[in-house]
């Protein structure tokens, strides 16, 4: 029996995804529960489960092309199953599905090569990871026999045939005639130059990469965070003495403790949500004709995900202890690597840490998260002199950034909630006083 694989429901007022990677090709089998596919939309990554155990028999919707919720995008066959899956309705000329193109183009006219192509004579389709490799490298699709089921040409095909063809050939020596006078001397050189030609064409090659839909959001996000607030961002920077010496004291008996190093970012965690108490314009919302203040902190944590930045949110953080902070934080940046971040983490939070830092940031300007008021940027740790007491010593340093939408935050509480972060921080028992 043919069971339909339909595009689950993703997320509120989320009606049209991407289909992302194919876990699972046509003649494959699965068992119940197990990934057959990826589903991107433009706020997270969900997989589609298998819903028993079956072969895939048909796949409707190839990697990168746009479905809509509860369309049919492939067929299931159940073990032992006999016939073929049942035909997709006839589409009008305006409807029938176009080949999809890869991604490949150069500067000497374009060329798009489709995902699925016939291969060798009797063999089966070309894969689309295996079409891209060869489109790549020029490889004609026709020339290569493929070893998967039904002769399928996978990607290692494709591969073996690329480096197959990279082996150097002589060109054939130009045909004569009896009393034809000898090829010029030139010849070689000008077999020489056109090598050269043809190789600084493939080093110009160009390739177009479908934006995916959180690529797509994130841009569009960043964009309206530009236009429609009044940005403007405050400088400071901070002593990380105090902190460095309690974490070095304490590392090791709060990771047997809690089975968690114990890091900075906890630290800020817990800084930020003192300076939001202290200065809660900063955690509002400018909901016109209204400023929504609130009283909870959900503080984002900007996090580098498998398809681009993400930013989950720690919900009722002023509520969170230092382990409770570090074992969340951990499990993010752990599913985000992993695109398995759910919807509902990722939305919401009245304000944001982006630690640039852990790149080399040493120093930026942030964007706000629409519709937050205000986003701290951390930066890396760097010895630099500093006067204490009228001596020169040398301390870690970091910068911190505060960009905040200028519209309901003004100067004095935006430089007043990053003294806030900066007087904790250099001083963190504060945060066990709070005072």
Not at 201 to 206: G, K, L
Not at 285 to 305: K, L, M, N, S
Not at 416 to 432: A, G, Q, S
Request: aromatic content about 4%; some cysteine; hydrophobic content about 45%.
């Amino acid at each position: 029996m043919a069971i339909e694989l339909k595009v689950p429901e993703v997320g509120e007022s989320i009606t049209e995804v991407m289909i992302g990677t194919w876990k699972k090709g046509v003649g494959e089998q699965v068992v119940a529960d197990e990934s057959v596919v990826e589903i991107e939309s433009d706020k997270a990554t969900v997989e589609l489960p298998a819903p028993s155990a079956g072969v895939i028999s048909q796949i409707l919707k190839q990697a990168g092309e746009q479905a809509t919720v509860g369309e049919v995008i492939g067929y299931l066959d159940t073990v032992g199953a006999a016939g073929p899956p049942p035909a997709a309705p006839a589409a009008s000329p305006s409807q029938a599905p176009q080949p999809q193109s890869v991604d490949v183009r150069r500067r000497e006219g374009s060329t798009m090569i489709g995902s699925v192509q016939p291969a060798a004579s009797g063999a089966g389709p070309v894969m689309p990871a295996a079409a891209r490799v060869l489109g790549e490298a020029g490889v004609p699709p026709q020339s290569v026999a493929g070893s998967g089921p039904g002769g399928r040409v996978t990607k290692s095909d494709a591969m073996a045939a690329v480096a197959g063809s990279a082996q150097p050939v002589a060109p054939a020596p130009p045909a004569t005639t009896p009393g034809s006078a000898a090829p010029p001397a030139t010849a070689p050189a000008l077999s020489g130059t056109t090598a050269l030609a043809a190789e600084a064409t493939a080093e110009r090659a160009e390739r177009a990469v479908l934006i995916s839909p959180i690529r797509r959001r994130i841009a569009e996000r960043l964009v309206e965070a530009q236009h429609e607030a009044a940005l403007l961002t405050t400088f400071n920077e901070v002593d990380m003495s105090a902190v460095m010496a309690v974490r070095k004291k304490f590392k090791d008996s709060f990771s047997d403790r809690h089975g968690v190093k114990l890091g900075f970012m906890s630290f800020f965690v817990r800084a930020a949500v003192e300076a939001l108490r202290a200065v809660p314009q900063v955690n509002a919302e400018f909901r016109d004709p209204h400023i929504v203040y609130r009283d909870y902190c959900d503080i984002g944590i900007a996090v580098g995900g498998g398809k681009g930045l993400v930013v989950p949110v720690l919900r009722n953080a002023e509520q969170m202890n230092f382990a409770e902070i570090e074992q969340a934080i951990g499990e993010f940046a752990r599913r985000a690597a992993e695109n398995k971040l759910k919807l509902e983490e990722l939305q919401g939070g009245t304000f944001t840490i982006s630690n640039g830092g852990v790149y080399g940031s040493m120093m930026s300007t942030p964007i706000i998260n629409p519709p937050q008021s205000g986003i701290l940027g951390l930066h890396a740790i760097q010895e630099r002199p500093v006067a204490v007491d009228g001596q020169v010593v040398i301390r870690p340093m970091m910068y911190l950034a505060l960009t905040y939408d200028h519209r309901l935050v003004d100067g004095r509480e935006a430089v007043t909630f990053l003294k806030r972060v900066k007087d904790t921080i250099e001083d963190p028992t504060r945060l066990m006083l709070e005072c």
